[in-house]
């Protein structure tokens, strides 16, 4: 089973568009679900990527077999281009470095509000509270940010976000079966 958090509903309809997810409630939070799929709409920032994360590794039957993905959109340098699907190992987040899994991945910073200054690489507001769930490194979990913008969140739009996230789906499956 592959068990997925997005903070933002748009992030989650390029799921439920492509896999036909049915809705459901888990606690406060809204699931979407089939038989190889569960996925859940944490909100914004990192209590709410915990409460969700948390929700779903207590209230599922979770196995040894079962991957969590952390899946959204973030904001980035020139470096990286509009729609690059970038995949995260490491959290850097309050001064510290936190690791996630052993993939050779990114490292991204999570901080409390929207980013308007490129003062590092990559940027989100939920990672370290999807990390902070599994309290240790595993290779089960992983994370893959699409970014959206350069640091002008004010131009992310729920279609764009919806449709930059549908564009990288097949490419995030492929790599979580590798």
Known sequence: MN???????PEAQAFVDKY?????KLADFTVYQNEQLVLIVSGLGIENATL?????????????????????????NRNHKIGDLLEISFIDYAGKIFK????DGYTISCIDKEAYEATCE???MESYGFYRSFL?????????????DHFEPHKVTKEKT??????????ILE????
Not at 100 to 103: A, E, S, W
């Open 20 to 24: 036909k997810l049915k809705k459901n």
């Open 122 to 124: 990559i940027v989100d």
């Open 100 to 103: 996630l899994n052993d993939k």
């Open 162 to 171: 919806k449709s930059l996230i549908f564009n990288a789906i097949e490419e």
């Open 136 to 148: 240790h490194t595993t290779d089960n979990a992983r994370m893959f940010k699409v970014v959206s």
């Open 52 to 76: 969700a994360t948390q929700a779903l590794l207590d209230n599922f039957n979770i196995t040894d077999h079962d991957i969590f993905l952390n899946i959204g959109i973030c904001g980035a």
């Open 175 to 178: 790599k979580v079966r590798r």
């Open 3 to 9: 068990y997925i958090v997005t903070a933002l509903k």
